[in-house]
């Protein structure tokens, strides 16, 4: 099983989120105002220091556009925000990231 094969299991199994970091946390630091550079930063400093980060991001890659919530897709999930993931998305698709 390769690891992509691994990771996909493990983000469609979401026993992942049981180790999140921000788990029983307010959730709502995680979706700052695009001027609030400090509450950005609060939010990225907790998911640096969370040990489920490539699940968390890989799950908001593959989920974008498709919550049922409104502005879900604008939060800060695995230490990238909106464009971020999607430029990291492109870029690794293209090969460069
Ligand atoms: S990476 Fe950030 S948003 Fe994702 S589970 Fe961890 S703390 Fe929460």
């Known amino acids: 099983m390769t690891n992509r094969a691994v990771l996909t299991e493990i983000e469609e199994s979401d026993e992942?989120?049981?180790?999140?970091?921000?788990?029983?946390?307010?959730?709502?630091?995680?979706?700052?105002?695009?001027?609030?550079?400090e509450g950005i930063a609060r939010a990225k400093e907790f998911c640096k220091r969370c040990r489920v980060k490539r699940e968390c991001l890989e799950y908001a890659i593959s989920h974008e556009g498709t919550r049922a919530t409104p502005g879900e897709d604008l939060g800060i999930y695995g230490g990238l925000g909106y464009d971020e993931r999607r430029l990291f998305a492109r870029r690794r698709s293209s090969g460069r990231g």
Do not use: E, H, V, Y
């Open 16 to 37: 992942w989120r049981a180790l999140a970091n921000c788990k029983g946390i307010d959730t709502n630091i995680f979706f700052p105002s695009a001027s609030d550079t």
